[in-house]
């Protein structure tokens, strides 16, 4: 096992905040780059005020998507900021930014062409709701707003429900995970030709990736698919069902072979070779037939005892956790998807793991998120700031 993580020497400018570009560095941070954090004097990532709950005066939501990186406050609408994060770019590798419009990036001179042309090398990944084209170019976009205009929010809750987003802030997170895919091939694609390039990542286009088969299911169709709840729309039996007990689990029948597999384990043979249920198109067309069945069948024993059952059947299946349940799950536990990290303020605290695993080179957790201004100083000198200049940073209030 080697000592050098993936992105070893990899050094990323992060002048992001809220949720999808801070989620985005944190995980370049975890395959070992050097993430820098700029954050306003004083008031620092909009996260910081995205609470309660605190652990001490800290935001849990901050802290959830900012260790390993190193934080730095700087004002950037003062010409020494200007200065100071020009310094900083001529050698990084990466920059990002969510700044909603070109006109307050060139006001910065953080826009693409004036940090391409102090460091030609540099992958600038910009973040936005709709991108920088197009007619909505430029319009502020949130998470909610995303997952309400890509389709995802119509077809999520009850059948006969209100439609109901998805509790965690997915159209960020989805943005984020694809502007790492983005940023990786770019270095891969800088090492072939030595060359940087510009990413233009939105949130909207992020969130209309999970329709997937749903909008394969409209331009087959050409008609908005329905909402159904846990039902799945090309997979019979599979959604949840209630136990004896009146605990929940997900039944997960995706294939003939494993129908058969949950019929002999249920001593149901029968529905096996019944004509309505024998393939998936079948018990498709036979859903409102097969269903009560089914459910009546999972009735007859408790929740633990057919999570037992039908695993050892090789029937997919899975208790409908708590978030408690969920993250005490011991197998999850063993595999170090919990990190624990200790705060200099705060103590031992907690979040959850780049689900990476790389057998010879393997991620590292050793920053905790970062304290306003933390590393300022640290910064500055690595970049030849001298402690004069650095207080005279200070007393003017451009540094933090």
Not at 144 to 151: M, P
Not at 198 to 227: C, H, I, K, V
Request: charged share 20%; net charge negative.
């Amino acid at each position: 096992m080697s000592d050098i993580a993936p992105l070893s020497g990899i050094q990323v400018v992060d002048q992001t905040q809220a949720l999808a570009g801070p989620y985005t560095t944190m995980i370049l941070g975890d395959l070992g780059a050097d993430v820098i954090k700029i954050e306003k004097p004083g008031i620092g990532d909009n996260s910081r005020q995205w609470a309660p709950p605190y652990i001490g005066d800290q935001s849990c939501y901050y802290l959830a998507v900012n260790r390993n990186k190193r934080g730095i406050a700087l004002d950037l609408s003062a010409a020494g900021g200007r200065e100071f994060i020009h310094k900083l770019t001529r050698d990084a590798d990466v920059f990002l930014t969510n700044l909603r419009t070109t006109a307050a990036l060139q006001r910065h001179g953080i826009d693409y062409e004036t940090l391409s042309a102090i460091n030609p090398r540099v992958v600038y990944a910009s973040i936005s709701g709709y991108g920088r084209t197009g007619p909505r170019a430029g319009q502020p976009g949130y998470d909610l707003v995303s997952q309400a205009e890509s389709g995802t929010v119509a077809l999520t809750g009850e059948v006969d429900g209100a439609p109901m987003r998805f509790p965690t802030p997915i159209a960020d997170m989805t943005c984020g995970l694809f502007t790492v895919i983005g940023i990786l091939a770019a270095l891969r694609s800088r090492d072939q030709n030595g060359a940087g390039q510009f990413l233009d990542m939105s949130l909207q286009e992020g969130q209309m990736t999970w329709l997937a088969n749903l909008a394969g299911e409209y331009f087959a169709e050409e008609r908005d698919p329905p909402r159904r709840g846990n039902r799945h729309p090309q997979v019979v039996p599979y959604e949840a069902v209630q136990a004896s007990d009146g605990d929940w689990f997900m039944l997960g029948v995706a294939s003939d072979n494993v129908w058969g597999a949950f019929c002999r384990q249920v001593n149901r043979e029968n529905l096996a070779s019944d004509p309505r249920f024998i393939t998936n198109a079948d018990r498709i067309a036979n859903y409102d037939a097969l269903l009560p069945i089914v459910r009546d069948i999972i009735r007859g024993k408790t929740c633990d005892e057919w999570l037992t059952d039908l695993r050892a059947a090789g029937v997919p299946c899975g208790r409908i956790n708590t978030v408690a349940e969920a993250l005490g799950d011991p197998h999850l536990i063993e595999r170090g998807f919990i990190v624990e990290l200790e705060h200099p303020a705060l103590g031992l605290i907690k979040s959850l793991a780049t689900p990476i695993h790389l057998t010879d080179t393997p991620l590292v957790y050793r920053r905790h998120p970062p304290r306003l201004g933390e590393h300022s100083d640290e910064v500055a000198a690595e970049l030849g700031y001298r402690r004069g200049d650095i207080a005279r940073l200070r007393a003017e209030g451009i540094l933090a």
